[in-house]
């Protein structure tokens, strides 16, 4: 079956712009959830959705946000772009909510956003 | 809180040698830990979770509560298993991820 996937692969926006990135998940999963990866940081939990609700948000301002849709797929969107949100936004799906007992997660290749 | 350290951000050992990574952990509940790798091009994917008490790849990772610690081991590094590893802590709504490991097997 089909994997996770984004769509852009790779961006490049200028300082001040905004940017929305796509995420498919995997056919009957209905969590979606967003990482930033930086060398410096590592991986870094941006939101998770699960039916439509945003269910957790991590320590990110409030330039980024996100949906989801009624099919699963989910965006990301980061306005008034810094020099610093240039990084790896990468998605992940899994079966249910991520709690406990069920944090499987498989991850899709990621968009790669490079901010001028 | 909530946090996941991995000690070194790079590592090389040569082919044939034993191999651990270390992660340490801070969480008050019950702690569900995994670890997560990414091979060169290609997805970052799990790899092993200490429920599960498997061993792939030859890996293995023991969750040490004493020490909060959940080091993944593996006796024998082949060329292949240069990687980047993750180790991740589930907590009740959230997976935080270490800083990661690169490591290098040296032929």
């Known amino acids: 079956k089909a994997g996770v996937t984004q769509t852009p692969r790779y961006l490049i926006k200028t300082r001040g712009q905004q940017v929305t990135l796509s995420c498919s998940p995997i056919s009957g999963h209905r969590s979606v959830s967003w990482y930033q990866q930086t060398p410096g940081q590592g991986l870094q939990f941006l939101f998770e959705y699960f039916s439509e609700t945003q269910r957790n948000k991590g320590n990110f301002p409030g330039r980024f946000s996100g949906r989801q849709f009624s099919n699963s797929r989910s965006e990301m969107n980061v306005s008034t772009l810094e020099l610093g949100d240039s990084a790896l936004y990468l998605c992940?799906?899994?079966?249910?909510?991520?709690?406990?007992?069920?944090?499987?997660?498989?991850f899709g290749a990621g968009s790669r956003l490079t901010v001028l | 809180a909530q946090r996941v350290t991995q000690p070194e951000k790079l590592l090389s050992v040569f082919k044939g040698a034993p191999v651990e990574l270390k992660c340490n952990y801070s969480y008050s509940g019950s702690p569900e830990l995994f670890w997560y790798v990414q091979y060169s091009r290609q997805r970052l994917q799990l790899l092993l979770r200490?429920?599960s008490r498997e061993s792939i790849k030859g890996f293995t990772a023991d969750l040490n509560k004493g020490e909060t610690s959940f080091h993944l081991k593996k006796p024998f590094a082949q060329e292949e298993d240069s990687a980047m590893y993750y180790c991740a802590l589930g907590g009740a709504n959230n997976l935080f991820f270490g800083t990661g490991t690169r490591l290098t097997v040296i032929p």
């Open positions: 992940a799906s899994s079966l249910g909510v991520i709690r406990s007992g069920a944090n499987v997660l498989t």
């Open positions: 200490h429920i």
